[in-house]
């Protein structure tokens, strides 16, 4: 069960910004008892914000993999045609008002 380096990354990150939300909510509660005002989350807190940014960025571009191009000629490609996924399909909704004639032929 490897995980890759992406997938840890972000995990750390979560873990990251998850410890810097906890440290501003017990700053403020510190600043309660000391009756201060807030004024801001202190530097730590900001340091760990901007690091578990940049590692959930990292991790969101590189876990998903590679994108594959879409072939416009491709049969995978084609519309679904109505009859085969009427489950899904609403006809009672404000789109009616503007669009009132769709003609949904499939590619084939």
């Not at 998850?18 to 600043?31: D, I, M, R, V």
């Not at 914000?49 to 084609?78: K, Y």
Request: aromatic share 10%; charged share 15%; net charge negative.
């Amino acid at each position: 069960m490897g995980f890759s380096v992406g997938f840890v990354n972000g995990f750390v990150g979560v873990l990251i910004l998850s410890h810097a939300a906890y440290s501003t909510t017990q700053y403020e509660g510190l600043l309660k008892i000391t009756e201060d005002e807030f004024s801001g989350p202190p530097f730590n807190v900001v340091v760990e914000l901007i690091v578990g940014l940049v590692l959930c960025t990292w991790a969101a571009i590189t876990v998903p993999g590679i994108l594959l191009s879409i072939h416009p000629d491709s049969d995978d490609n084609r519309m679904v045609s109505l009859p085969d996924n009427l489950d899904f399909i609403i006809f009672n909704h404000r789109g009616k008002v503007f669009v009132p004639e769709i003609n949904m032929k499939s590619k084939r």
